[in-house]
């Protein structure tokens, strides 16, 4: 999910960089192989292993991120928390930590797995193709936010009312609702009935 212009002239090999590779997996998520990260992406996709984190604060809001401009796959849409892909031999939970440290510059607490969740989404704008075996984490934010403007251009915490309404009124990443809908049952358990997930 996401590729910005720094890790995009690290996307074709040459003599003086290195290609970022992703894991290759089969419908039920088992590594068969790596593939070069643009590559993986390109129609009709390749599936590959990625990962989706939402975080909410002390109320059951949801942290939302809108993609910074600069990113060449859906450059300024609002989508979850924080998403991405491990490196190949990372855990996913081990990469969720990562890049949510890297992109919003903070650590979750209580983060927990909340399924997995496979999917086939193309981007329309930039051509590209999410095919992804896609692990959910759900966890909480406790420590004020520092974006990195490179990866993250607004952040907003949201209640489901709030998300309805921001949902109907500005464009979100093609994975947005996918993925949410697969993490409600771990949602629910963590924010508890009266934050309305």
Not at 15 to 41: C, F, M, N, Q, R
Not at 120 to 141: A, C, I
Not at 180 to 188: M, T
Request: a negative charge.
């Amino acid at each position: 999910m996401p590729i910005t212009p720094a890790t995009a002239m690290h996307e074709a090999p040459d003599s003086t960089t290195e290609a970022i590779l992703l894991e290759l997996v089969d419908e039920e998520g088992t590594t068969i192989g790596t593939a070069e990260k643009l590559s993986a992406h390109q129609p009709p996709g390749r599936l590959h292993r990625a990962f989706s984190v939402f975080l909410f604060d002390e109320r059951g809001r949801l942290l939302l991120q809108q993609r910074a401009l600069g990113k060449y796959h859906s450059p300024g849409v609002w989508s979850n928390t924080c998403c991405g892909h491990p490196y190949p031999g990372e855990s996913p939970f081990a990469a969720a930590a990562r890049r949510t440290y890297e992109e919003l510059g903070v650590s979750p607490a209580l983060l927990g797995e909340a399924g997995t969740v496979r999917y086939n989404h193309p981007d329309p704008d930039s051509g590209l193709v999410e095919q992804e075996f896609n692990h959910l984490f759900v966890g909480l934010v406790r420590s004020p936010l520092r974006p990195d403007p490179e990866e993250v251009g607004a952040t907003a915490f949201v209640t489901p009312q709030e998300l309805a309404e921001r949902h109907a009124e500005h464009p979100f990443s093609a994975w947005f609702m996918t993925v949410l809908d697969a993490a409600r049952p771990a949602v629910k358990e963590l924010t508890g009935p009266a934050a309305g997930w």
